[in-house]
């Protein structure tokens, strides 16, 4: 089983539309939780981190759920400009390698 | 500004060349240096961890003579991948760790071509 799961996708989506992915994670140990984004051909840029509360910034909510072990990523309102492949990431300690999912490819269409 | 700067951002080399990566940590002295590997649709792996002063620690299956790390201060790690073959052609990318914020700053990442 590998240690971060997400469904590759691709997701196509009507500008506006809302789209969630998730992320599962083998390790209960996991401590620190993130989401990417990665443009064609580029390095990945932080997204945003993902608290156990939850989080909110702007259109993009993420969500922790420790007991079921998955991570989650809300998009609102999609825009064009959201295209791209959104990847999860795990670390056990602040610090520490990441260990990322495959990513799952969004494309939001006109 | 950029936090990381890699070099060179692609290169196209023949079977058997070895070929030097740079990493550079821009904004603050970084002990500890991550390089990873992404294969075409596939998820970056990390290969290494590059430590300043000490020996790089490598992931199960990465072998060290092949790609070898050396991070001689603070700003600059480097990774050569020795006697390179096509199946090495991938895009390596480093990062640097603010330990105090969990936070990862990427490089542009190396697109590594092997004819």
């Known amino acids: 089983r590998k240690e971060v799961e997400q469904d590759p996708g691709p997701f196509n989506v009507p500008e506006g539309a809302t789209v969630a992915f998730n992320c599962t994670y083998s390790n209960s140990a996991s401590q620190s939780f993130f989401w990417y984004r990665q443009d064609c051909r580029k390095e990945p840029k932080l997204l945003m981190s993902?608290?156990?509360s939850g989080n909110e910034d702007g259109r993009f909510t993420a969500q922790l759920n420790r007991a079921s072990q998955y991570i989650s990523l809300l998009i609102r309102d999609s825009k064009l400009s959201d295209s791209a492949t959104y990847l999860c990431?795990?670390?056990?300690?602040?610090?520490?390698?990441?260990?990322f999912g495959k990513g799952t490819t969004l494309s939001v269409s006109s | 500004g950029a936090v990381v700067s890699q070099h060179p951002s692609w290169v196209i080399c023949k079977s058997g060349t070895s070929v030097k990566i740079e990493c550079r940590s821009l904004d603050f002295q970084a002990t500890t240096m991550f390089w990873y590997r992404q294969f075409p649709k596939q998820s970056l792996m990390l290969m290494a961890t590059?430590?300043?002063?000490?020996?790089?620690?490598?992931e199960q299956g990465v072998e060290k003579d092949k790609f070898l790390i050396n991070h001689a201060s603070l700003t600059l790690s480097t990774l050569t991948v020795t006697s390179a073959h096509p199946e090495d052609s991938s895009f390596y990318i480093c990062?640097?760790?603010?330990?105090?914020?969990?936070?990862?700053?990427f490089g542009p990442g190396t697109r590594l071509t092997v004819l």
């Open positions: 590059s430590n300043e002063g000490s020996k790089a620690t490598y």
């Open positions: 990431a795990v670390n056990f300690q602040a610090g520490t390698a990441l260990i």
């Open positions: 993902v608290y156990s």
């Open positions: 990062s640097v760790s603010r330990s105090s914020y969990n936070e990862q700053f």
